[in-house]
């Protein structure tokens, strides 16, 4: 029900309003079933091209988001931008309470804004032999499944945004 309120209020009115949703993500034992924010059915609602690289004219947004400056960042955009169109983040309460999730504060500063994919630094490009793509918290259980397992050969690449998604900045990480 609110997935559809959202979209026919912004497709109705042609209004670009600055809607931020911090929906509750009941999957991470934080809640009931019934408070998921259900991703897959804002993917659906969305006008995302699938064919080409969506510009300013989608009608929402999609994040989640893997560190404190995504997330300052995220907000900080939706204020500054030109354009509005509600922006839905996905980022799970636990990860608000993670102590792996982290940023510098050079992150925050000039000259740092939102990254919709985030590359892996802790790998050499020579020596990867697998990549994974993930988002959210996801990312954290990986990296510390590798780390356990020791493994040099794997690169964790972090997707940021949902909706919309420019797969041009995930080809120049991989």
């Known amino acids: 029900w609110y997935q559809r309120r959202v979209r026919e209020a912004v497709v109705s009115t042609q209004s670009t309003g600055g809607l931020v949703s911090l929906l509750p993500h009941g999957y991470d034992g934080n809640g009931p079933d019934h408070t998921s924010a259900r ?10 091209k699938e064919t080409s690289a969506d510009g300013d004219d989608i009608n ?13 960042h995220a907000l900080r955009r939706q204020m500054i931008r030109p354009f509005r169109k509600p922006l839905i983040v996905m980022s799970p309460k636990a990860l608000l309470r993670s102590p792996d999730a982290v940023s510098t504060i050079g992150e925050f500063g000039p000259g740092s804004s939102f990254k919709r994919v985030i ?6 490009s020579n020596s990867v032999k697998r990549v994974l793509l993930c988002s959210g918290k996801h990312f954290y259980t990986l990296r510390n499944k590798r780390t356990e397992l020791n493994d040099s050969t794997t690169a964790i690449i972090r997707i940021e945004v ?6 041009t900045s995930a080809w120049r990480d991989l």
């Open 60 to 72: 929402v947004q999609v994040v989640n988001m893997t560190t404190p400056a995504q997330y300052f």
């Open 119 to 124: 590359g892996d630094p802790t790998v050499q």
């Open 162 to 167: 949902s909706i919309s998604f420019d797969m």
């Open 39 to 48: 991703l897959e059915r804002w993917l659906q609602l969305s006008d995302s």
